[in-house]
């Protein structure tokens, strides 16, 4: 929140979809196709909004998990209670690729029920979101360099070696804490 308000800043990347944590997603949208987001969306988007609206921030994240469509239409409801008349909500979708499960082969049989398949997307498609104005864009998998390297891509001149700075930079970002040593003072056993 307290980013978002800085005023000096496009945007603001939330990381939160990792590869097991897809999977809970998936499942609850076996009962309810409507649900398979981020369960903790609305409570993460309520202190968020109010900064990012007020200073015209864009917000992309990945808790649509494994239904961003269902994430857009879920976050347009804090966004109403909040009062934030005029929020544009992007609900990015793509990286569902189970439909072309029958294209695939397999070395070995697969056992069971696949709950899903999901590819990551990459910046182009949330650039564009950002492009058409969007406030908040949600997406399922999509690299994590993405989600910070699509707002600057409007900035850039479009070059290739511009769109690899783009990705360079989103991926020194999405792992600030590794990159500035958080880590480094763990040691096995210890934290």
């Not at 496009?10 to 939160?16: G, S």
């Not at 690299?143 to 991926?171: C, E, K, N, Q, R």
């Amino acid at each position: 929140m307290q980013l978002a308000a800085f005023s000096q800043v496009d945007a603001v990347a939330l990381e939160c979809l990792a590869e097991r944590t897809i999977v809970p997603g998936l499942r609850a949208c076996q009962p309810d196709p409507n649900k398979g987001y981020d369960v903790r969306l609305p409570r993460r988007l309520r202190p968020l909004l109010p900064a990012a609206h007020a200073d015209d921030v864009s917000v992309l994240s990945n808790m649509g998990a494994a239904n961003p469509a269902g994430a857009a239409r879920r976050a347009a409801e804090p966004a109403q209670d909040l009062g934030l008349s005029g929020l544009r909500i992007a609900g990015v979708i793509g990286d569902d690729v189970l439909a072309a499960q029958q294209h695939n082969s397999w070395d070995e049989p697969v056992n069971g029920t696949l709950l899903g398949a999901h590819a990551y997307i990459g910046a182009e498609a949330l650039q564009i979101a950002v492009a058409d104005g969007a406030n908040l864009v949600l997406t399922g998998r999509a690299a994590d360099s993405a989600l910070f390297g699509a707002p600057a891509v409007p900035m850039l001149d479009g070059s290739l070696d511009a769109l690899v700075g783009a990705t360079a930079v989103g991926h020194l970002l999405e792992c600030s804490g590794q990159v500035t040593g958080g880590t480094s003072r763990c040691r096995m056993g210890q934290a």
